[in-house]
Nanobody, 120 residues
Framework: QVQLVESGGGLVQPGGSLKLSCVAS????????MGWFRQAPGKQREFVAG???????NYADSVKGRFTISRDNAKNTAYLQMNSLEPEDTAVYSC??????????????WGQGTQVTVST
């Protein structure tokens, strides 16, 4: 059973930063893509950022220039560095592990999520 465990969420003021981590219990982590998604209250889950096994990244327009996704295959971990946070970024953030090209398409594994709240 593959497990994904997120951490790093919390309460931060507007303009602040947080770094989320997602650790996968999968020895072949390096061959999979990773994605970060978020879901705010009353809204559908939305794509935030993704990184392929080869390191190619892509981002939602709303976070381009503010968020950075990365991975450390030696630690089976994906990261999401979030800068210049805005109240609209408040949501539960979850990671998804799937084959390249299948992030967010109902395949692979999901973490339980970590709450990010941006507020004064």
């Amino acid at each position: 059973q593959v497990q994904l465990v997120e951490s790093g969420g919390g309460l931060v003021q507007p303009g602040g930063s947080l770094k989320l981590s997602c650790v996968a219990s999968l020895s072949s982590f390096r061959v999979y893509a990773m994605g970060w998604f978020r879901q705010a209250p009353g809204k559908q889950r939305e794509f935030v950022a993704g990184i392929t096994s080869g390191g190619t990244t892509n981002y939602a327009d709303s976070v381009k220039g503010r968020f950075t996704i990365s991975r450390d295959n030696a630690k089976n971990t994906a990261y999401l560095q979030m800068n210049s946070l805005e109240p609209e970024d408040t949501a539960v953030y979850s990671c998804n592990l799937a084959p390249n090209g299948y992030i967010g398409r109902g395949m692979g594994y999901w973490g339980q999520g970590t709450q990010v709240t941006v507020s004064t």
